[in-house]
């Protein structure tokens, strides 16, 4: 087996050589103030670098190990890095960790400033992106702006190449905070001196998909190593339970994040389906010898928002055709939605002459050229079809009220916030008879059919478009059911993945 071979670090120019003394002393001394020992001298060389992380550091404690390269490079390190730099310590001293610090120092990285940080550290990195809002984007967003208000919480993002965790720059607090802001405002500026944070006996959640290969990476070797308290929100496991649906190669990517959670302490599913889905992935890590996370079923809210006059009268606008009632899809239109067989179910219905009009609302995805080939072709036919995008909140809940019903049926969902919020509207639904769905349909509302039976699609559109006792009853018992707000979700998911709720408290696994 060969020996993995490190390039030695170029020799620093003179300009270099100061700038690094001083932001060595600087960490140093943060280092020390963190782990509570002695402050070391001033560290210019290799040589006092390593008599002060051999008078700092505890050099068989792994998590000092990757707190020490962590906040000496500004970067987090990887698995392989932590297991390579703690095993050559335990026989050769400081040197090993002084040669990976060394090959990691950059003048990028000597030009950001460290701040160890405690308390609660939210990950909001793709939520604060971006203006566009998915439905992930829309839980990650509503939990993390209520986590804001409690003491001690810092949301935080990461930097190019997800090498470091940083603090938000002033247009991405205020995205999440207000969901407003413009891409120009998003993008970063080069004399930007960035805050490089590294948790440290911290809590570090994570409310949405963090499936990036350089963050997996680095969030696994926190998890394993660091010692902080660790939690995520639990979408589903859609890319391993059913990956046909899903982009090619995204299967790969997302195993890499089941990588990093496998180390993470808890994980609140988004219903009872995905608690499923996860504590079966759970079960299976006993083969490779780790526990894994404590997992629990924490539901999504089924809550609506109150529409102003205007985003009615815009949603009419854009929606309404003439007399003929409409029927609204609401998701994007990747395979997974199953689109077109909603596309193959109103055709059947318009060909026996029922009058509607159907109305799709998301953005493009991946693997939506048949969809929209496909509805293109309809339009050319006359149908009453069209698709519909960049709609603000106000107006998709306006237009939920407008629609005599809606159409979900999913091939998976980890919860299906469509059909949440439309039965939260009053609006009934047509959606899948498995998995979240039906649990959602379980409160009344809805009529629950086998998505892949195209004509079991078409005879419940059919129903709600033809009996209109039958349509008022599932009104009246949508309008009946339990309510359920976005303060209650955030607070019962950061009892769990924060607070002090214990497994044994809850019904979690262990």
């Known amino acids: 087996m060969r020996t993995r071979l490190r390039r030695p670090a170029p020799a620093p120019e003179p300009e270099a050589d100061d700038a690094r003394r001083a932001v060595w002393t600087e960490r140093c001394l943060e280092l020390a103030r963190v782990l509570g020992v002695p402050a070391p001298g001033p560290v210019g060389s290799s040589a006092e670098l390593s008599d002060a992380l051999r008078r700092t550091v505890d050099l068989t404690d792994r998590a000092q190990v990757w707190l020490a390269l962590a906040v000496l490079t500004a970067q987090l390190p990887d698995e392989a890095s932590v297991v390579e730099v703690a095993r050559g310590c335990e026989f050769r001293g400081a040197g090993p960790l002084v040669a990976e610090i060394e090959r990691r120092t950059s003048p990028e990285g000597l030009g950001r400033r460290v701040r160890v940080g405690q308390g609660v550290l939210v990950d909001v990195a793709h939520t604060v992106s971006t203006p566009l809002m998915t439905g992930i984007q829309r839980v990650a967003r509503e939990t993390a702006r209520r986590w804001l208000a409690r003491p001690d919480v810092v949301p935080v993002s990461w ?4 090498t470091a965790i940083r603090e938000l720059t002033p247009a991405e607090h205020g995205l999440l905070v207000s969901g407003r802001a413009s891409a120009s405002e998003l993008a970063p500026r080069p004399d930007d001196v960035l805050t490089v944070v590294v948790p440290w006996r911290a809590t570090y959640l994570v409310p949405e998909l963090g499936a990036e290969p350089g963050r997996t990476a680095a969030l696994l070797a926190l998890a394993r190593f660091s010692g902080n308290r660790t939690g995520a929100i639990g979408f589903d496991l859609v890319p391993i339970t059913t990956a046909e649906t899903t982009q090619r190669g995204f299967a790969a990517v997302f195993a890499r994040n089941l990588a990093a959670v496998r180390y993470f302490d808890r994980v609140a599913a988004i219903s009872q389906a995905a608690c499923t889905e996860y504590e079966g992935w759970r079960h299976m890590l006993a083969a490779v010898g780790v526990a894994g996370p404590a997992i629990r079923s924490v539901p999504l809210p089924v809550h609506a928002a109150r529409p102003t006059p205007e985003d009615m009268a815009g949603a009419r606008e854009r929606f309404v055709v003439g007399d003929l009632p409409t029927v609204l899809v609401v998701g994007s239109h990747e395979p997974r939605k199953n689109h077109l067989a909603v596309l193959h179910a109103a055709e059947l219905l318009w060909r026996e002459g029922l009058r509607f009009s159907l109305s799709f609302v998301g953005g493009n995805a991946w693997g939506s050229d048949a969809f929209q080939a496909q509805l293109a072709a309809l339009v050319r036919a006359g149908r009453p079809v069209d698709s519909q995008r960049g709609l603000s909140d106000g107006e998709l809940w306006a237009a939920y009220r407008l629609a005599r019903f809606t159409v979900f049926p999913s091939l998976n969902e980890g919860f299906g916030l469509p059909v949440a919020e439309s039965l939260a509207a009053g609006t009934p639904v047509v959606t899948s008879d498995f998995g979240s769905m039906a649990e959602l349909a379980a409160d009344g509302g809805a ?64």
């Open 159 to 162: 930097t190019p190449g997800f």
């Open 447 to 510: 009529l629950t059919v086998d998505p892949r039976d195209d004509h079991a699609v078409a005879d419940a559109m059919r129903r709600l478009l033809t009996d209109d006792r039958l349509l008022e009853d599932l009104r009246r018992d949508a309008e009946a059911r339990p309510g359920r707000d976005w303060d209650q979700y955030a607070d019962e998911a950061w009892s769990w993945l924060a607070g002090t709720a214990r497994p044994e408290e809850t019904g979690a696994p262990r």
